[in-house]
């Protein structure tokens, strides 16, 4: 009887090996121990059973990533011991700990395996369209391909129970949907492999082992290849996987391609001849297993050991050569493990040892960095901290010298040691104080510097070709003279150019209409009569002061500049029901300039009373009287206020001359032609009671083509900006509008910009109000300030089973998100898309890579479970009646339990503040309390809940998830009392 012994090596040292202890094997009736402790090597092939972990370890193949696997066996409850629920209180595989990071949820952790160790974002894109189909096929494969899968074979591997062909057809359902997704597509999501297909791959590839055909999916089938031929060189093959009994991963098939020689020899196999005496079983056994090509392996039980037949010299020595090969190559090999792991510790060693120097150098670098930071501030002391931490650091130096006196001096030595710190003390103060007028004297100095050079730099703009041009002003030449007199009298001169230049400046200066001027000529006067006088000018440092303070009074010009910002707010003539008095009421108000507002009746006939007609001979609304200045035509008004009183340069009317000119325009021909054409032709029923003139009507839609076509090239009226064409011919389009016409397109644009909002066009929501995971999305929406297109289905009616949605939404599930030519379904796809496309910040969806990855494994841990079970438990009974499975119920109470767990020790769900996680487990959760389901046993969910409906209030939390939830529990009710 033959039996097989493999105790060799593999072909390289870097492939990977399985270590497994040697049994006792008998070689001709004797008992042959290959060492006490030796092990023997074989090369093995393990199958990992759970295609999620199998997904995560292609993908650590994929980002060369090295893993420290912990085998769970299920069957045998591994995963229920107390080590691991204090790890993962849901106790799945697989899960992950990066150094106390814990993760579960297999698609979770492909997201942040990615985003927190791949070279690129291929296999998850950063483009945010891109990274919401990503998310979108991977929930599809958690909720819908995966879950249906488990729902048709877990019965059968856990109770052998009969396979159930109705779940079997809903996963051909789901592989349908697959392939329509794949349609005219190589990939599911992008234009290349992602996350997506390396998930969906593994579930298809284990449909496929369960027995179910694919053929018939052409998309799904050569995807698959696709897949496979990808995937082939990281692992990938019918779901193996190979283990070593250190690392317990192997390096991939590229990486021992790479090596240019053996460290090792060729796996050898000998036959050795085992003879004893037999059972009938033992001997029957053996047989069935010699058929099946089987290895049978002897216990010691099951026989007596024979005498030993007689054995030649030629055979020992075989023998011997045997042995001493087997030891040969187990030694080397255990050398081979001690020199790597020797390397592996002394390599860490030094990397420890070379960060811990690193360290230290920067901590030694920090502290004499901030020693001389703080010696600088002490000897040159240049902020309010600065001498803050100066008159500190005398305080403490008193204190300790009036210790020092009290501890060694009494009675009059005492008395005199203290006075003679009060002394010390005083001079201290004395020079602190003394450096602080300095300083506050150079940084006047240099603030009354930059101010003199702001105020005569001249007034720059940039040209459309990109040409800079400036221009002086007459306040900027102004201050630039004032400032040439000004340097010249700061300088030290002797007493004849001195005399010389006050000569000079006091008709300079007697031109200057401010308050100051009278005493600046009154100082200068003084000056020279005292250097005629032959007096030291040493003595007249303070007079020679007191004129710089005024002179600069004077160039600064504040009080001319207050003069005029206290004249009367220009005063505007005006009717509501003009356009354009509302065009430049807008106008105003774009660039915050109050008027003064003058309602004027027209019904009343005030505009020819004789007060008016003497402003405005031409008796037309809206009229401006600016101080004196009387304009009226709106269009020359609203030019005149944005000229006069806006404070951007360049942006309702540019001061480039071609750009002014597409503006100027486009208002004659608002002004013209349109306004003109909608005046004319509303002017008969309006004014004088006939009926409006078809002709007149044609010019008014000829005038809109011509319109159109001009924006047909343009995004702006006038241009690619916003600017006051766009002002004026909005306000004719409203009025057109609210008498007949439709343009919603253009009006809720213009609209948007004059109001400060976004130029978007808004998404489209199809919704259905009961459906908590709709309810989600209503309130990130109101939460991230997002307007949509709702599109209402209802499902009762199959109104979601019309071919028109099936077209968009293959799966025809809600909500489905229409942004431009995104499609979007799966609700927490489309939470996370629309804060990475809309929020104005990332508080709801942090882009830290850990806490992102939390909230994803709360989504998921929604969408799989949570949200699962009460869909399983609640929606038989609201869509068909049926009574309510206890057995539903215990799986929902479960992970309520494990949802409790989550919050220990936390306030939200992934972080320190409200995220999407709380959102969405915040709709399922209150959904559940509307059933009935009584939440006080829970003692973290109960506040956290409470927190979330707080949070919530101000963005609609009772009109959207309380009224929706109170419809869907009681139409449950009623269903439940039927």
Not at 869 to 882: C, D, N, S
Not at 954 to 960: M, Q, R, T
Request: glycine share 2%; with cysteine.
């Amino acid at each position: 009887m033959l039996n097989t012994l493999q105790c060799a090596i593999s072909v390289a040292c870097l492939n990977i090996v399985l270590f497994v202890r040697a049994k006792q094997i008998r070689v001709k009736g004797k008992i042959l121990k290959l060492g006490n402790c030796v092990e023997t090597v074989a090369v093995l092939q393990d199958k990992i059973k759970n295609p999620a972990c199998r997904s995560v370890l292609i993908l650590a193949r994929l980002l060369d990533i090295e893993f420290d696997l912990r085998s769970i066996n299920v069957l045998e409850k591994e995963h229920l011991k107390q080590e691991f629920v204090s790890i993962n209180p849901q106790h799945v595989i697989p899960t992950i700990d990066d150094h106390g990071f814990i993760l579960w949820e297999s698609r979770v952790i492909l997201t942040y395996l990615c985003s927190a160790f791949a070279k690129d974002d291929t296999l998850y894109p950063k483009n945010i369209r891109d990274r919401a189909l990503v998310d979108q096929r991977l929930q599809f494969d958690l909720s819908t391909l995966y879950r249906r899968m488990e729902d048709y074979i877990q019965p059968t591997m856990t109770y052998g129970a009969y396979l159930d062909e109705k779940k079997k057809l809903k996963i051909t359902e789901a592989l349908g949907w697959l392939n329509t997704m794949l349609n005219d597509k190589k990939w599911v999501a992008t234009d290349n492999m992602t996350l997506a297909d390396i998930s969906l791959c593994i579930t298809v590839n284990q449909i496929q082992a369960f027995g179910i055909d694919i053929s018939i999916h052409s998309n799904v089938n050569d995807w698959m290849q696709r897949c496979k031929t990808e995937l082939e060189p990281h692992g990938f093959e019918n779901g193996l996987e190979y283990h070593d009994a250190f690392s317990q991963t192997g390096p991939s098939d590229e990486q021992i391609s790479k090596l240019d020689k053996k460290l090792s020899r060729d796996t050898q196999t000998v036959e050795v001849t085992i003879s004893g005496a037999e059972t009938l079983l033992d001997h029957a056994v053996q047989v069935y297993g010699d058929a099946k090509k089987m290895i049978y392996e002897h216990d010691d039980n099951e026989y007596e050991i024979m005498p030993e037949n007689y054995e030649s010299y030629e055979e020992q020595q075989s023998k011997r050569d045997l042995e001493t090969k087997v030891r040969l190559i187990q030694r080397n090999f255990r050398r081979f493990l001690w020199e790597k792991l020797i390397k592996k510790t002394a390599a860490e060693w030094r990397a420890t040892r070379t960060e811990q120097d690193k360290r230290e150098s920067d901590r030694r670098e920090s502290y004499v960095k901030k020693r001389e930071i703080c010696c600088t501030k002490k000897a040159f002391p240049k902020t309010k901290q600065d001498f803050d931490l100066l008159y500190a650091e005398v305080e403490t130096w008193k204190e300790k010298e009036i210790a020092r006196i009290n501890e060694q001096f009494s009675g009059a030595p005492k008395i005199a040691e203290l006075n003679a710190l009060l002394d010390k003390e005083i001079k201290l103060l004395n020079a602190i104080q003394r450096q602080r007028f300095l300083l506050r004297k150079e940084l006047e100095n240099e603030k009354n510097a930059k101010l003199l050079e702001k105020l005569g730099k001249p007034v720059t703009w940039v040209t459309h070709k990109n040409k800079t041009i400036e221009m002086d002003t007459i306040r900027t030449q102004r201050a630039r003279y004032l400032t040439k007199f000004y340097m010249e009298m700061k300088k030290q001169m002797n007493t004849e150019e001195r005399l010389t230049l006050l000569v000079n400046v006091i008709p300079v200066i007697f031109n200057e209409q401010h308050s100051q001027v009278p005493g600046l000529l009154e100082l200068i006067d003084r000056e020279k009569s005292m250097l005629i006088r032959g007096v030291d000018p040493e003595s007249l440092e303070g007079l020679r002061k007191r004129q710089n303070v005024l002179f600069m009074d004077i160039i600064k010009n504040e009080e001319n500049e207050k003069k005029e910002s206290k004249k009367m707010s220009p005063r505007l003539f005006y009717a509501p029901m003009s356009p354009p008095s509302r065009m430049v009421q807008i106008v105003a108000r774009k660039i915050g300039l109050d008027l003064d507002l003058k309602l004027v009746n027209i019904d009343a006939e005030e505009l020819y009373s004789s007060d008016f007609l003497a402003i405005n001979p031409q008796h037309c609304l809206p009229t401006l009287d600016d101080n004196g200045l009387v304009l009226w035509e709106s269009r020359a008004i609203a030019t005149y206020l944005v000229s006069n009183y806006s404070t951007s340069d360049d942006e309702l009317y540019p001061r480039d001359p071609r750009k002014r000119a597409l503006v100027d325009q486009m208002l004659q021909f608002d002004l013209g032609t349109f306004y003109a054409r909608l005046n004319d032709y509303y002017a008969d029923l309006l004014y004088k009671n006939k009926p409006l003139d078809p002709e007149k009507r044609t010019l008014i839609t000829e005038a809109i083509e011509i319109f159109d076509r001009i924006l047909s090239t343009r995004k702006w009226a006038a241009g690619p900006m916003f600017t006051l064409a766009d002002i004026s011919l909005c306000q004719s389009f409203c009025q057109l509008e609210a008498f007949e016409f439709n343009f919603q397109q253009f009006i809720r644009e213009i609209n948007q910009k004059v109001i400060g909002t976004s130029l978007q066009v808004m998404p489209k929501l199809y919704y259905s109000p009961t459906s908590p995971p709709c309810r989600s999305v209503l309130l990130l929406a109101k939460i991230i300030n997002v307007q949509f297109d709702l599109k209402t289905i209802n499902i009762f009616d199959h109104e979601h089973l019309k071919p028109a949605f099936v077209a968009l939404n293959p799966q025809h599930c809600i909500p489905t998100l229409c942004d431009k030519n995104l499609v979007l379904w799966e609700s927490r796809a489309i939470l996370t898309y629309l804060v990475s496309a809309y929020a104005k910040d990332d508080t709801l969806y942090p882009k830290d890579v850990r806490i992102r990855a939390l909230i994803d494994q709360r989504l998921h841990f929604d969408l799989g479970t949570l949200s699962h079970r009460m869909v399983e438990y609640f929606y038989p009974t609201i869509k068909l009646g049926a009574p309510l499975d206890e057995t539903k119920r215990a799986k929902l109470e479960e992970a309520l339990r494990w949802l409790d767990s989550f919050m220990k020790g936390r306030t939200w769900q992934a972080t320190d503040h409200f995220t999407l996680a709380d959102l969405a487990l915040c709709v399922t959760v209150s959904q559940i309390e509307a059933f009935g389901w009584n939440l006080n046993a829970y003692t973290k969910i109960k506040p956290w809940l409470k927190l979330c409906k707080e949070y919530l209030e101000p963005h609609g939390y009772d009109e959207i998830n309380e009224h929706g939830s109170e419809v869907l529990a009681n139409y449950f009710m009623s269903r439940l009392k039927h």
